[in-house]
């Protein structure tokens, strides 16, 4: 009998009473290593948004096709997902224990994909792959333990093997190029921070990494953004003042929205683990077992990494000015937008795209009215957000942008319509028999 | 506090245009006898101060450096004036380990200068003996340690008070294995209960300090503590200062006093008026680029408080420091131990910066060479670790920038991760003048921790503050030194910490002098 428990509840389990109960199940198993993902994430340089939406991906791939080698019910994702390939199938008629196999492929996986991390990382993979791995093997036969370890690690290979090859694997300089130029056309992105590195934008080639799901970078294009422009009677113009009066008449709800969904690099599990985190949550709350968790996160990743890599296209084919530049050259010297410009360019909106992907994935899995709270950030001192369906948050996270004085109006609707198309494609994958 | 003068010497700045002195230094490492290595794995990733005050009652600066998993270790000076840096490892009653920092200060106003040491575990309060002999204090001092990663301290002495006020900050709960960020531990107060030190008080919260310093931003004269954090673990944290008001609660300064949020991987602060308007800049040390703060709008006329609103001029300065500026490896840096040192005696403060890899950090510069960065006519920097000898691409930590040798030249030492630590002696050929003075008043606060020095020179006030803290878990107490560049003599005062003016005086530069108040200033010579 398994008992699916909530984050806070499995970690106080698991660390500080562990002795006194059996080892943990395969669903805590996989609780745990999420939990141990997005705080890898947070700490580890390279891992900006584009590069955690890749890391949750082959994760859940890996959790889910370690799943479905046992499963009567799940269908592999070889086949499906762009040129992944069968991976190694179980022994006919020997027993395999699911959370030995999961413990070892997501320990194995993490690894690897967390591999520049830092030593308090280091560390805490080393740790906790060693608790868990203990746990999971006590009271079984060590000819399973053995198996089922073989098994996990395999998959995990098998994936590893296959993310090697799309692009996105080998991050240097955390992501900027080491030249760059911006060109000087008007109305192209220009640096908009005074940190070095930064003066470069980040992963200005991400657009063109393989994708998991939809075809390619190319396949949810999006229309270009109104014309650049400094006329006072311009769209262009009127988008610009609607961000300085927002940020000049903020209320204190909009600041608050703002700030829930800033989701900075470094200083949180960024936008995908955002919304890694709300699927945890719902999953949670739902009791779910272990094949709807690694079925829904599978799909999740790879919606949401498949967004970045849609997101990255668009943003280097259109290459806009952020507001800050703008704002203060043509109407306010003095604006201060609420959150930090992120270091690339701006339209479509990186958040909305990625957002409106997680949130399709979600109301498929969960229906367009499911209302749920949003504790992500409550560790960070930021209060939970309730929403009264997976879209609205979508929605409101997207118009964060806006009110953080990042985006124009503009990026953050065609965000929202490029994260639905981009979405599709991943809830088109077939994952029952 | 802030003087007329201050405007004067604003506008001054600017036409200072002599050429720059490229300081040399000689590493004499080997021929100094200093040994002492800071190990230790993961518990030791942060801290390796190295403390440099006098011991022994000969004016030379002696040497604590923290050792991690080997015993710490004191290291008395026996060099001669001028010539080169020879040191003696002596038994001082400090040899513990699981030292992480160590910092001079006078705490029982005896004259002999005491320590604390930062320890993984329970830091620990060293009385001076004199002769470089210490004794354990925690138990008659009433010092309750808490059993921490002890990573930070200050010390001031508040008003009226004859006993030190102590910060000790602390990092990550060693004990939390898997799941270590967000479990920052409480940095505490401790304040006077007559001559020993009352029940700690939180600072809650508190958010991983590497760095802390009560300084005297606002020069309002009641110093309020800066505390540098790591942001790699807290969680809803930033750097943050504390107002200190005389016998109320410390209260964090906000948004709606001016202060903004800023979270870095904070590890170190060093403070000093670069601008000669009279407030303090600030050096944060960090990984990738560091910070250089300035207030948004000094006051310049003193007639209003300033807010602690500061703008980030590491950038346009040229301070940033962001990569290492020689070698293969253009990865980027980690900085920790930061310190301003005129070691040009230009008249015009220097920003060392003591670099190192957390620990094998592959996105991070593994060859990280130290930085010198010169403060130039035109307010920017300009890098000289290279040319000036000091480039070294150990795993650096901790740092002084004493005068070892007592020739008017600030030299270095540089403690490194699981390596040994680095002497170098300053030998630049062609340096300007400069005065050391040392501060002696009456009561318990004998090193007038808190007050300002002045020094008027053609372009300007140069102003210093007088503080234990800051740094990466290291400190120095003892003569503090002032470039004057060209100026055979310089009009000195000091702002005592009671309020208390000093007169101006006019000094013969190229030596030691030590100043008490109401009283002409004493010249000092070694032997």
């Known amino acids: ?433 | 506090m802030i003087r007329a003068s201050i405007l004067i010497g604003l506008l001054a700045t600017a036409a200072r245009a002599e050429d720059l002195t490229i300081p040399t230094f000689v590493e004499e490492t080997d021929a100094s006898g200093v040994l002492s290595s800071y190990d230790g794995d993961w518990e030791y990733m942060v801290g390796g101060g190295v403390a440099a005050f006098d011991c022994s009652g000969d004016g030379f600066p002696d040497l604590a450096l923290a050792g991690g998993t080997s015993p710490a270790s004191l290291w008395r000076n026996r060099s001669a004036q001028g010539g080169p840096l020879r040191f003696e490892k002596v038994e001082s009653g400090i040899e513990m380990e699981a030292v992480t920092g160590a910092y001079p200060l006078d705490i029982d106003g005896d004259g002999q200068q005491d320590l604390m040491l930062l320890r993984q575990g329970e830091s620990a309060l060293m009385r001076g003996l004199g002769d470089c002999r210490f004794e354990r204090a925690n138990a008659s001092w009433s010092f309750q340690a808490q059993s921490a990663w002890g990573s930070a301290f200050s010390a001031t002495w508040e008003d009226g008070q004859d006993w030190p006020t102590l910060a000790v900050g602390s990092y990550i709960d060693p004990g939390e294995e898997f799941f270590p960020w967000g479990s920052c531990t409480d940095n505490v107060l401790y304040r006077p209960d007559g001559r020993r030190f009352a029940t700690p008080a939180p600072l809650s919260p508190s958010f991983c300090a590497l760095s802390m310093l009560f300084t005297d931003w606002d020069r309002s004269g009641t110093p309020s503590l800066r505390i540098a954090n790591d942001r790699e673990y807290f969680k809803g944290g930033q750097e943050q200062m504390w107002r200190l008001p005389p016998g109320g609660d410390p209260t964090l300064y906000t948004a709606e006093d001016g202060w903004k949020p800023l979270r870095i991987w904070g590890m170190g602060i060093a403070s000093r008026d670069l601008d000669l308007d009279g407030y303090p800049e600030y050096a944060l040390s960090s990984m990738a680029d560091n910070k250089l703060q300035t207030l948004a709008q000094a006051p310049l006329d003193g007639s209003s408080a300033p807010r602690p609103d500061y703008v980030d001029v590491a950038f346009p300065k040229h301070a940033i420091a962001q990569r290492p500026y020689t070698g293969d490896d253009v990865r980027p840096s980690t900085a920790w131990h930061v310190e301003f040192a005129d070691v040009n005696n230009d008249a015009r403060p220097d920003l060392f910066i003591a670099k190192g890899n957390v620990d094998q950090m592959p996105d991070f510069a593994a060859e990280d060479p130290n930085n010198l960065l010169l403060l130039q006519a035109d307010g920017t920097f300009r890098e000289a670790g290279l040319e000036a000898g000091v480039a070294s691409m150990g795993v650096s930590r901790g740092a002084t920038l004493a005068d070892l040798n007592l020739d008017g030249r600030p030299d270095l030492v540089v403690t490194n991760r699981r390596a040994n630590a680095q002497v170098w002696r300053n030998t630049t050929p062609g340096a300007g003048h400069w005065l050391e003075l040392r501060l002696r008043q009456d009561g318990g606060n004998r090193d007038a921790v808190g007050a300002w020095i002045e020094v008027r020179l053609p372009d300007g006030v140069h102003s210093r503050e007088v503080t234990v803290g800051g740094g990466q878990a290291g400190g120095a107490m003892g003569w503090w030194h002032m470039g004057l560049g060209s100026a055979a003599e310089a009009e000195v005062r000091v702002l005592w910490p009671d309020g208390r003016e000093g007169d101006w005086e006019a000094l013969p530069a190229d030596g030691f002098y030590v100043l008490s108040p109401d009283a002409p200033a004493s010249r000092w010579s070694p032997g």
Request: aromatic share 8%.
């Open chain 1, 1 to 433: 009998m398994r008992v699916v428990q909530g984050l806070a509840a499995l970690a106080a389990g698991l660390m500080l009473s562990g002795a006194a109960q059996a080892g943990p199940s395969p669903e805590e198993v996989f609780d745990t290593n999420t939990r141990l993902a997005l705080e890898l994430v947070r700490h580890t340089p390279t891992a900006s948004p584009p590069v955690a939406s890749r890391a949750f991906a082959y994760l859940y791939v890996t959790a889910y096709e370690t799943v479905a080698a046992g499963s009567d019910d799940l269908l592999s994702l070889a086949g499906q997902l762009n040129d992944l390939t069968p991976g190694p199938v179980r022994e006919a008629n020997l027993p395999y224990d699911d959370a030995v196999a999961l413990e070892a492929a997501l320990a194995t996986v993490l690894r690897e994909l967390f591999s520049n991390t830092g030593p308090t990382g280091q560390r805490a993979l080393d740790h906790l792959s060693r608790h868990l791995a203990e746990g999971v093997a006590e009271g079984l036969a060590p000819d399973l333990v053995d198996r089922s370890r073989a098994q996990g690690e395999a998959t995990a290979r098998h994936i590893l093997a296959w993310a090697d090859g799309d692009g996105g694997s080998t991050i240097e300089n955390m992501g900027f190029p080491m030249t760059y130029d911006p060109g000087k056309a008007p109305g192209t992105w220009v640096p908009t921070s005074r940190i070095v590195q930064q003066q470069a934008p980040l992963l200005p080639g991400w657009g063109t990494n393989r994708t998991f799901a939809m075809p390619d970078g190319a396949a949810c294009p999006l229309p270009p953004p109104p014309a650049y422009s400094e006329d006072p009677a311009s769209a262009f113009m009127a988008e610009a003042r609607e961000v300085l009066d927002a940020r000049r008449d903020m209320a204190p709800e909009q600041q608050a929205i703002a700030r829930f969904w800033s989701d900075d690099p470094m200083l949180s599990s960024t936008p995908p683990g955002h919304w890694i985190s709300i699927a945890q949550q719902v999953l949670d709350e739902q009791e779910a077992d272990l094949e709807t968790r690694v079925e829904l996160m599978a799909r999740l990743g790879v919606a949401m990494a498949d967004a970045f890599i849609g997101c990255w296209h668009e943003k280097f084919r259109y290459n806009l000015i952020r507001p800050v530049t703008y704002i203060r050259a043509h109407l306010d010297p003095a604006f201060e937008p609420l959150l930090i410009t992120p270091p690339f360019p701006e339209y479509p909106s990186g958040h909305s795209t990625q957002s409106a992907a997680a949130a399709t994935v979600l109301e498929a899995a969960f229906g367009a009215d499911h209302a749920f709270v949003d504790a992500t950030h409550e560790d960070d001192g930021l209060p939970a957000r309730q929403f009264p369906s997976f879209w609205a948050a979508a929605e409101e996270a997207a118009l964060s942008r806006l009110y953080g004085g990042i985006h124009f109006r503009s990026a953050i609707e065609m965000g929202l319509e490029q994260g639905r198309c981009v979405g599709a494609h991943a809830i088109a994958l077939r994952t029952r028999r």
